[in-house]
């Protein structure tokens, strides 16, 4: 799945050329395109540790050789200088060093460090994404034949169950976004119950973006002393201040609790469904990586 794409045109007089960058969860590749054609490509993947620059070439009709190099000017937009036989004759931000975001210091060691560090938690953390995964279809699936007041109960059920089961294996099925599928699940369920109302059940997403919001935003009203450190510790390649990046978690969280209830009030039911299993998450990551862009701590001299 690619989250962002971004289009970058190189002039070449007689052609109409152009690299197009797409970045997802785990691969960042990049494509040239030549009069419309694809003619090259790169990939790599970050999580894995290949943090490099894309490098993508092609010989022209004319039998000159166009080579670009594309990557990260900043932590949010990307670059391309293009040469041609050799000579540059374009570059997308003059002046912009084209690398990638290796963290506040420009330590290659601390860049390569992190990226092991990242692989390793992707893979701890992946059978507890399949079983968030599974969980939201689950609920999705039965919502779609019942109704969500039994949906909620079910993957409740389901939840507790995974909870049981993970008394037996080795493999985190609770990690991160597991465990809190399941505690949304028992929320939607503990609404259901008390309210026997579908209504309830779709606002649970709201009641905790505004339960999670308050806890962040009183977190950076008091300094940053308390959440905003810890998390800060898991994004250090991203250098955030923390009491920016609480305020920023907590803007993140009304957004998200505001998206949902103008969803629950203008949408049908069935559309809420799709957005909450489908949409949301989608959401949440993209204000996510927008708010890391403005909770960097102050550049100094």
């Not at 931000?93 to 420009?106: L, N, Q, S």
């Not at 995974?162 to 505690?183: C, E, N, W, Y």
């Not at 049908?268 to 909450?276: N, R, V």
Request: with cysteine; charged share 15%.
């Amino acid at each position: 799945m690619w989250f962002f794409r971004y289009e970058r045109p190189i002039p070449v007089p007689g052609h109409e050329v152009r690299a197009v960058i797409r970045s997802g969860l785990k691969q960042i590749e990049t494509t040239l395109f030549v009069d419309g054609v694809a003619v090259a490509s790169d990939l790599t993947n970050a999580l894995a540790g290949d943090t490099r620059n894309h490098h993508v070439a092609a010989t022209l009709p004319d039998g000159r050789r166009l080579a670009v190099e594309a990557g990260y000017v900043n932590i949010w937009t990307v670059g391309v200088a293009a040469c041609l036989d050799g000579a540059l004759i374009h570059e997308s931000h003059p002046g912009k060093t084209i690398a990638w975001p290796i963290g506040p210091k420009g330590d290659p060691a601390q860049a390569a460090a992190t990226a092991k560090r990242n692989a390793e938690q992707w893979e701890r953390n992946k059978p507890s994404l399949y079983a968030d995964i599974a969980l939201g279809i689950l609920f999705f699936a039965v919502a779609k034949f019942t109704d969500l007041t039994t949906a909620a109960l079910v993957g409740a059920a389901a939840g507790l169950g995974l909870v049981v089961v993970q008394r037996f294996v080795k493999v985190d099925l609770l990690g991160g976004m597991a465990m809190f599928g399941i505690v949304m699940l028992l929320i939607s369920a503990g609404f259901s119950v008390a309210f026997q109302d579908d209504w309830a059940v779709q606002m649970r997403s709201t009641v905790l973006g505004v339960i999670a919001a308050v806890i962040f935003l009183t977190d950076a009203a008091f300094g940053g002393r308390w959440i905003g450190p810890r998390m800060s510790r898991y994004l250090v390649q991203f250098d955030p201040e923390p009491r920016r990046l609480a305020f920023g978690m907590g803007v993140v969280g009304l957004i998200m609790a505001a998206a949902n209830w103008l969803v629950v009030e203008v949408a049908s039911e069935d559309q809420w469904l799709f957005y909450t299993t489908f949409l949301d998450a989608v959401l949440a990551m993209s204000l996510f990586f927008v708010m890391l862009k403005f909770v960097r701590r102050p550049a100094t001299a």
